[in-house]
């Protein structure tokens, strides 16, 4: 079978596109909450054109979402509650951290400094555990399900792109 004439695409971007929509959808809903608290104009601009930039990417990477090797079935849109938003919002901001304090590990060479990020590295690893499992415990990730994961994916995805 040629690249061309696939149809579904690998579990591996599967999962990366999960996480790009997954990270952008809570980005998008927390600038559209933050944007008219913004009173410089410019940065509101700035804002804005983000806001539009995130609402075409996720868009795009929703498309994909019918050529995913899991089923996905899309059911009637409702509000989630707070606590998931909120919960992946923490998720993600711990997600980001562990991601940055281990790059910045690799880039020090004061030993007081790289033990100081090493010890972060450690806290961020530790809350990151603590709000997966809060989240799998109330529902709000069914990390060992892809197809209720997407189905989350675009609920969340269309909550953003409608507000």
Known sequence: MSEEERKLLAWHETLEIHELVAFQ?????????????????????????????????VTELISFYSSVPAPVQREEESEREDHSFYAADLLTLLKTSVRNYSVAITETATPVLRKT???????????????????????????????????????????????
């Open 117 to 163: 990020l090493i010890n972060h590295l450690v806290r961020a690893i530790n809350g990151h555990e603590q709000i997966f499992r809060y989240m799998l415990k109330n529902g709000y990730y069914p990390a060992y399900d892809l197809g209720q994961m997407l189905e989350n994916d675009l609920k969340n995805a269309h909550k953003a792109l409608r507000m």
């Open 25 to 57: 959808s809570v980005g998008l809903i927390k600038l559209k909450m933050a944007v008219n608290k913004v009173n410089d104009k410019e940065l509101k601009d700035l804002y804005r054109k983000v806001i539009n930039e995130l609402k075409q990417n």
